[in-house]
T-cell receptor, first 115, second 112 residues
Framework: DTGVSQDPRHKITKRGQNVTFRCDPI?????LYWYRQTLGQGPEFLTY????????KSRLLSDRFSAERPKGSFSTLEIQRTEQGDSAMYLC?????????????FGPGTRLTVL | AQSVTQLGSHVSVSEGALVLLRCNYS??????LFWYVQYPNQGLQLLLK??????LVKGINGFEAEFKKSETSFHLTKPSAHMSDAAEYFC??????????FGQGTTLQVKP
């Protein structure tokens, strides 16, 4: 059983460029989550999908951010016109129902640096 | 609204000593609680979770946590610290609505 994978692991970009990250969940998991983690902080929720439907978006997710999960499999997170404040670790998680609750398993993350 | 407070951003223990990492939660309904560990430049690994089945929860790597409703706490303990336990630890809460709410994290340092 492979875990959650994310690509790329690291991304360095210049301010104003667009970036796209990919997340491949554990195959039988129907829920997929995106979080953002800045240095010294806990992860903050961005958005989540159940199958291909995006069910909740955080107010942190500005108009420059968009996430998709076509066909309910992998997901992409795009940031347009990046800003230095977007520099962070972007974490993806997928979940399965275990013991009556949704248990989230995380990928290794994509570290974004905006110069 | 739910929230999590982790008391102590840094905890230092000697190898072989007791590890105690504190977590208090705020939730208007019975919560589900989790502890995750994060090693440098890696994602989060699930240590254990509380789902109301038992108040004392055992996890991986010798960690356990006790849910105390009266104290709204879910502290993480390990009887004997190992050098490999040095990492960042996060407590998280959810009402099973999907998103996890995380605490600020506690960095555990283990001294030889």
């Amino acid at each position: 059983d492979t875990g959650v994978s994310q690509d790329p692991r690291h991304k360095i970009t210049k301010r104003g460029q667009n970036v796209t990250f990919r997340c491949d969940p554990i195959s039988e998991h129907n829920r997929l989550y995106w979080y953002r983690q800045t240095l010294g902080q806990g992860p903050e929720f961005l958005t989540y999908f159940q199958n291909e439907a995006q069910l909740e978006k955080s107010r942190l997710l500005s108009d420059r951010f968009s996430a998709e999960r076509p066909k309910g499999s992998f997901s992409t997170l795009e940031i347009q016109r990046t800003e230095q404040g977007d520099s962070a670790m972007y974490l993806c998680a997928s979940s399965a129902r275990e013991g009556g609750t949704d248990t989230q398993y995380f990928g290794p993350g994509t570290r974004l640096t905006v110069l | 609204a739910q929230s999590v407070t982790q008391l102590g951003s840094h905890v230092s223990v000697s190898e072989g000593a007791l590890v105690l990492l504190r977590c208090n939660y705020s939730s208007s309904v019975p919560p589900y609680l989790f502890w995750y560990v994060q090693y440098p430049n890696q994602g989060l690994q699930l240590l254990l979770k509380y789902t109301s089945a038992a108040t004392l929860v055992k996890g991986i790597n010798g960690f356990e946590a006790e849910f105390k409703k009266s104290e709204t706490s879910f502290h993480l303990t390990k009887p004997s610290a190992h050098m490999s336990d040095a990492a960042e630890y996060f407590c998280a809460v959810t009402r099973n609505t999907g998103k996890l709410i995380f605490g600020q994290g506690t960095t555990l340092q283990v001294k030889p």
